[in-house]
């Protein structure tokens, strides 16, 4: 495949962000009665599978920059989602646990949650899902093997968030 450079919407890098903004959208449209993102609810699901975990596992867990992700969890624990209870080996350490409303909310938002994968690939005929799906992970695995050298570490953060210079990036969703 030729690709010019005036032919941004042939970029494979132009579908996949177009299939992101999809994702968000359609995440937003069948969770819109809990007011969830996708990052909080993967967030959520991760401290509901592995309790106890600190913040920067957390972080490492969902793939999200270590400096952005405590404003994600502030606003689990400001809607009473999860809490931060203190280590009790390292009191300066903050290990994170679902709450039994998060841990509802989880059992109630599942069915919305696998919907949005179901319309997601819904486009697609039945026959094609299971490969684009395998697809995404080969490229994923891939990239995560080889992400120390070949991703610089200030473009995942700008991308997730933060700027080289720590400055926040402008607003998105978290």
């Given at each position: ?76 624990e400001a809607r009473a989602w999860l809490e931060r ?48 799906v395998q697809s995404m992970m080969a490229l994923v ?34």
């Open positions: 495949m030729k690709i010019s450079p005036a032919e941004i919407e042939n970029y494979p890098g132009y579908f996949i962000r177009r299939l992101q903004q999809m994702a968000v959208a359609l995440f937003a449209d069948e969770v819109q009665d809990w007011g969830i993102t996708p990052v909080q609810y993967a967030a959520l699901s991760a401290v509901s599978r592995h309790p106890g975990m600190d913040q920067r596992t957390l972080a490492q867990q969902i793939h999200f920059d270590t400096s952005t992700i405590g404003s994600v969890i502030d606003r689990l209870r203190l280590s009790p080996q390292d009191r300066r350490v903050r290990l994170l646990h679902a709450t039994p409303e998060g841990l509802a909310l989880l059992r109630k938002a599942e069915p919305a949650v696998l919907r949005v994968q179901q319309r997601i690939l819904a486009p697609l005929p039945a026959g094609q899902r299971t490969q684009f695995a891939a990239w995560d093997a080889d992400a120390a050298s070949e991703v610089p570490a200030s473009a995942l953060a700008d991308v997730q968030g933060t700027r080289k210079r720590g400055r926040p990036a402008r607003a998105r969703s978290s």
